[in-house]
Structure formats: structure tokens, C-alpha cells
T-cell receptor, first 114, second 113 residues
Framework: DQQVKQNSPSLSVQEGRISILNCDYT??????FLWYKKYPAEGPTFLIS?????DKNEDGRFTVFLNKSAKHLSLHIVPSQPGDSAVYFC?????????????FGTGTLLAVQP | DADVTQTPRNRITKTGKRIMLECSQT?????MYWYRQDPGLGLQLIYY???????NKGEISDGYSVSRQAQAKFSLSLESAIPNQTALYFC????????????FGDGTRLSIL
């Protein structure tokens, strides 16, 4: 049973436009959510996170939105740049983060066209 | 230099062989993790360690073992490799505080023939 789902395997956007990546989860005990970016032949790189006590967190061009009632989070990238082209993973943890164990989605490949 | 270093980066071996993947970190984190990624799937947790004396199984620990030799070193072993263990393996570290991100190495691509 997949607890964290990224239903879009890929997404293509034009440079300068907004990229919106989506993630759904099923476990209502999840209380900490993260987004990672992964380039080929590299490990995942932490991008941004959000605690369940918030509904929005912003860091430069990246904003994560959390809708707890819908069990849905999204990552907005504005404006999108060609260097943002990568696989994006969402991840979640529970137990108040005591174990920092993460459950990952399957990833979305973002292609930003110049 | 990378904060989380994995060796080797690539390995091809045969069924039945014993393999060790190594991970070292300079971040000073107590917690270390081993993940596996298969094509089209997310990362799955194999083992994790909160400190040298505390090692725990993850979701897919069967066929694997680990050793935490020091705070900075965490190795993953496949005692008798089988082809369905062909995958990309990642090591990660995190601080011991709650709600902390994990920091990943660049991975080991393992192929078992």
C-alpha cells in the first residue's frame, strides 16, 4: 500500500512559468513533509519542508502548500528555470519526527523548456 | 569534499557473492540510513541507525545486514547477492532532533548478474 503518491510521472513547463508538482498521502499520522530534487547520477537534495502545523512554507522561488483535510501537498516553483529540470520526490514522516523515518513518493520528472 | 560519501559508486558482481557498500559522513550527524531505489519507484528504507549501538530494520531489510563502525561510518552488506537486489543504493544522515531533513550521498549503482 503506497502511503505517499505522486500521480504525475512527468511534467513539462516553459521557462519563466509556474511549475506545480503534486503529492497525496493516506496516513493521517504524517506530520512532517519534505520535497527533494534529484539530478541524474546524484543523490536526492533537500529542497524545502513543512510541518503539519503550517499550511504554507516559502523559500525563494519554492513554496510548499499543505492541505491536511485533503491529505495533499504541492510544490510551486516560480519562475521555473531550465536548471530546475530534475526528478522531484515528496516524502513524509510520522511519530512527531522522532525517528525521522521518511516514506517517499515515486517521483515526478520535471522538464523546463527554454 | 562531499559531506556524505558512498563507495563504490558502481559495482557489478555475480549472484552469490558477498558485497559491502560503505558510507562515511563528515556532517557529525548521529543518525544514518540506507535506502534502495528501483526504477520507477521511490526510495525504500533498508536499515537505520540512531547511534553506534542502535540499529533498526526498515521496510525491506531481508537479505541485507549493516554495521555501524563509528559515528561517521555505516556499511551495508549483501551476504549472498541475488539479481533482484540490482538497484541504486543511497546512504543518508540526519540530526537527532525531530523534523530534520535527511542528507544523501550520491549513491551506489549495484548490478548483480
Amino acid at each position: 500500500d503506497q502511503q505517499v503518491k505522486q500521480n504525475s510521472p512527468s511534467l513539462s513547463v516553459q521557462e519563466g512559468r509556474i511549475s506545480i508538482l503534486n503529492c497525496d498521502y493516506t496516513n493521517s499520522m504524517f506530520d512532517y513533509f519534505l520535497w527533494y530534487k534529484k539530478y541524474p547520477a546524484e543523490g536526492p537534495t533537500f529542497l524545502i519542508s513543512i510541518s503539519s502545523i503550517k499550511d504554507k512554507n516559502e523559500d525563494g522561488r519554492f513554496t510548499v502548500f499543505l492541505n491536511k483535510s485533503a491529505k495533499h501537498l504541492s510544490l510551486h516553483i516560480v519562475p521555473s528555470q531550465p536548471g530546475d529540470s530534475a526528478v522531484y520526490f515528496c516524502a513524509a514522516s510520522d511519530n512527531g519526527g522522532a525517528t525521522n523515518k521518511l516514506i517517499f513518493g515515486t517521483g515526478t520528472l520535471l522538464a523546463v523548456q527554454p | 569534499d562531499a559531506d556524505v560519501t558512498q563507495t563504490p559508486r558502481n559495482r557489478i558482481t555475480k549472484t552469490g557473492k558477498r558485497i559491502m557498500l560503505e558510507c562515511s559522513q563528515t556532517k557529525g550527524h548521529d543518525r544514518m540510513y540506507w535506502y534502495r531505489q528501483d526504477p520507477g519507484l521511490g526510495l525504500q528504507l533498508i536499515y537505520y541507525s540512531f547511534d553506534v549501538k542502535d540499529i533498526n530494520k526498515g521496510e525491506i531489510s531481508d537479505g541485507y545486514s549493516v554495521s555501524r563502525q563509528a559515528q561517521a561510518k555505516f556499511s551495508l552488506s549483501l551476504e549472498s547477492a541475488i539479481p533482484n537486489q540490482t538497484a541504486l543504493y543511497f546512504c543518508a544522515t540526519s540530526e537527532s532532533l525531530s523534523n530534520q531533513p535527511q542528507h544523501f550521498g550520491d549513491g551506489t549503482r549495484l548490478s548483480i548478474l
